[in-house]
């Protein structure tokens, strides 16, 4: 049995189908991909090939965006603007695997420790970058507001927001921590903020004062 079907679609029910399909790259550049399609004289398969890569790689842009523009990053660095050789001290193989985003897959915490001047910051937003481009979402926050945001939450009423606003993020990154002491009323606050993270995110946290003196830090310095 042969059925007769009208397969004409005028250009605006097509684009309207598109927007129902959530489609906004192919319905925008529909005639540019059409032509491109016939210039490469594509088959069927090839051609919805050729279309869900365009569709896949700008949505993968536009996320990107989002989570640049959520990181409020205080300025825009990426790993390759580094410049390893002025600093020997940084090893460059461990900071390229830590650009994998492997470590935030597992819920892994990462330290930068070191003195000012050898780009703990550049290093830490870079990877934040990184995360970014494997689809994680980061929030930069350098850790004097972060202690004063929690203060002020507390104090507020507001916690609970405070708190979701800065667990929501797959990955936290806390900068300059340790260059002033903590408020004593304040480091309980950021021990929940930090419970609360446990295995739902990472934290990447840079500081110039060693392990050994964030006993001091968090004024609770303990001596052998």
Not at 95 to 103: G, M, N, V, Y
Not at 127 to 156: I, K
């Amino acid at each position: 049995m042969t059925v007769a079907m009208n397969q004409f679609v005028d250009d605006e029910e097509l684009t309207s189908w598109l927007g129902e399909l959530r489609l906004p790259y192919i319905r925008e550049q529909l005639p540019n991909l059409l032509a491109e399609a016939a210039d490469a004289e594509l088959n069927l398969r090839d051609f919805l090939i050729m279309l869900y890569r365009h569709e896949r790689d700008s949505k993968r842009r536009q996320r990107l965006v989002r989570h640049v523009q959520q990181a409020h990053s205080p300025m825009q660095r990426t790993l390759d603007d580094f410049e390893f050789k002025a600093q020997p001290s940084v090893n460059p193989d461990q900071i390229h695997d830590l650009a994998t985003a492997r470590w935030i897959a597992s819920g892994e915490n990462v330290l930068l420790l070191g003195p000012p001047g050898v780009g703990k910051t550049h290093l830490a937003i870079g990877l934040g970058r990184a995360a970014a481009e494997a689809d994680y979402s980061v929030l930069f926050v350098a850790a004097q507001t972060l202690m004063v945001q929690l203060h002020q939450a507390h104090e507020t009423g507001t916690w609970d927001a405070c708190l979701t606003r800065f667990v929501k993020p797959k990955l936290l990154i806390v900068d300059e921590f340790g260059y002033l002491p903590v408020p004593p009323r304040t480091v309980h606050l950021l021990f929940q903020l930090v419970a609360a993270r446990y295995e739902t995110g990472s934290i990447l946290l840079t500081s110039n004062q060693g392990l050994a003196d964030w006993g001091r830090v968090l004024g609770d310095d303990v001596s052998d």
